[in-house]
C-alpha cells in the first residue's frame, strides 16, 4: 500500500515540474511576438521621422528653389525692363539728334537762331545760337503776354478801345501805331519787369517802334530763341484756357504769311507771328500739325537779300513739318 502511495506521490511531482515547464515555455513564446512589435513599431517611428526629415528637407529645398527661380526670374524681368528702358533712351536720342537741314538757312543771313521743339515727344532741334537778337515786331507777342495778363484782360479800355480792339492789327497786321499805344500805356519799365519775372532773361524793351524805312537808333527791343520758346511752350499748355486761347485765336488770324505758313500745307493750322525791319526777318509760331505738333521760332539779322532769308525760313519750315 505505501509502495502504491509513494508511486503516486512521484508521478504526481514528475508532472508538477512538466506543468510548470510548459507554462515557462508557453510565457516565452508570448513574450517574443510582442518584442518584434515593439521593434516593428521601433522601425515604424524611424521611418515615419526619415520620411518626415526628408519631407523637410525635399519642402526646405523645395522653397530655396522656389526663391532662388524667383529671383531669377526677377532679375531677369529686370534686365529687360532695363534693357527695354535703354533702347527707350536710345531710341528718344536718334530721335533729338534726327538731322534737321538747315544749311540753306543759315546761309540766307549773316546771323540766324532758330529752333524747334515738338511736344509730343519733347524733342528740341536747335543750333545752340541762343544769343539775344533784334526783335522787331516779335516783340510784339511779348507785348500780348504782359497785356492780356493785366486786371480786366481784353477788355480794358485804352483810349477808347478795348485792348482786342489794339491787339487785333498789332499781332496780325504788325501795326506800328498800336504797338506804340501799349507800349505808352503800360510803359517799358512795368514790361521789362514783367519779362525778367516770367522767365523771358533776353527779351527787353528799350524804344518805341519806328517806321520800318526809319534808320534805328542806339537802343532796340531784343529777345532771342529760349525766350520766344518758352512763351510759345507756355501758350500750347494752356491753350484752352484764358488768357492763352484768346492770344492763340489772334495769332491764327495772322495775314502776314509770307515765312513761317508760305509752304506748309495750308489744311494745318498755324498760329504765327511775323517780324521785319531793316535787315532783319524774323517769325515765330505753332504749327498744329494733328499728329505732330511743334513750335518753331527763326530770328535772322544781317539780312542782305530779303526775299532768300524769306524763301529759306518757309523752305526750313516745311522741313520742320515734315520731320516725323
Known sequence: MKKYIVV????????????FGATQLFSHSEKAPQAMVATKKSQSTTEK?????????????????????????????????????????EASKEKATVNLDATALLNSAGNVSYGVYYFKD?????????????AANVINAFIMDYAMNQTGGSQQVIENKTLSEWLAPMIQQNDIAATNVLIDHYGMDAMNA???????????I?????????????????TSVNDCM??????????????????LQLMEGQQIKNKIPEKIPKNMTIAN??????????????????????????????????????TAIAEFSLTASMLK
Open 273 to 310: 507771328l511775323s517780324g521785319a525791319q531793316q535787315t532783319v526777318e524774323n517769325d515765330i509760331g505753332i504749327v498744329f500739325d494733328k499728329d505732330h505738333p511743334f513750335a518753331i521760332v527763326v530770328l535772322a539779322s544781317e539780312v542782305s537779300d530779303i526775299v532768300s532769308t524769306r
Open 206 to 222: 528799350e524804344r518805341r517802334m519806328l517806321d520800318i524805312n526809319v534808320l534805328s537808333t542806339d537802343k532796340e527791343n531784343y
Open 49 to 89: 521621422n526619415s520620411s518626415t526629415q526628408a519631407s523637410t528637407t525635399t519642402k526646405s529645398s523645395a522653397k530655396k528653389a522656389t526663391k532662388k527661380a524667383t529671383k531669377k526670374s526677377s532679375s531677369t524681368t529686370k534686365a529687360k525692363e532695363t534693357s527695354a528702358s535703354t533702347s527707350k533712351t
Open 122 to 134: 519733347k524733342t528740341d532741334l536747335n543750333h545752340q545760337n541762343n544769343q539775344p537778337m533784334v
Open 8 to 19: 503516486g506521490v512521484a508521478t504526481l511531482a514528475i508532472a508538477g515540474v512538466a506543468i
Open 230 to 247: 518758352t512763351l510759345l511752350k507756355k501758350l500750347y499748355s494752356k491753350r484752352k484756357k484764358a488768357p492763352q486761347k484768346a492770344m
Open 194 to 204: 514783367y519779362f525778367q519775372d516770367q522767365g523771358y532773361s533776353d527779351t527787353r
